[in-house]
Nanobody, 119 residues
């Protein structure tokens, strides 16, 4: 079991920046692929970015060049630096931890943090 707690959301003007953090507990953080997902009202949850145990990063096309994901295995934390924010980035952002063991997917979610981009 992994417990995930997000922080850092809020209201920001277009063009501004926010830094989201996810703190994990309850299991060995370094064995999980970690990711950020978001869900806007009336839309499906979508992948924003993820980072593997080896540090390989993957981004949605809509955030490439603006967002940066990082992880600190020693501190059991993952961050998402969001720059040049746009109104369409408004959503609830969720932290996710996942791994596959014996062909079974283990996936855990945080409670989410609201990001609102508006003037």
């Amino acid at each position: 079991q992994v417990q995930l707690v997000e922080s850092g959301g809020g209201l920001v003007q277009p063009g501004g920046s926010l830094r989201l953090s996810c703190e994990a507990s309850g299991s060995i953080f370094s064995i999980y692929t970690m990711g950020w997902y978001r869900q806007a009202p009336g839309k499906q949850r979508e992948l924003v970015a993820d980072i593997t145990t080896g540090g390989n990063e993957n981004y949605a096309d809509s955030v490439k060049g603006r967002f940066t994901i990082s992880r600190d295995n020693a501190k059991n934390t993952m961050n998402l630096q969001m720059n040049s924010l746009k109104p369409e980035d408004t959503a609830v952002y969720y932290c996710n931890a996942r791994r596959i063991r014996s062909a079974k997917l283990y996936s855990y979610w945080g409670q989410g943090t609201q990001v609102t981009v508006s003037s």
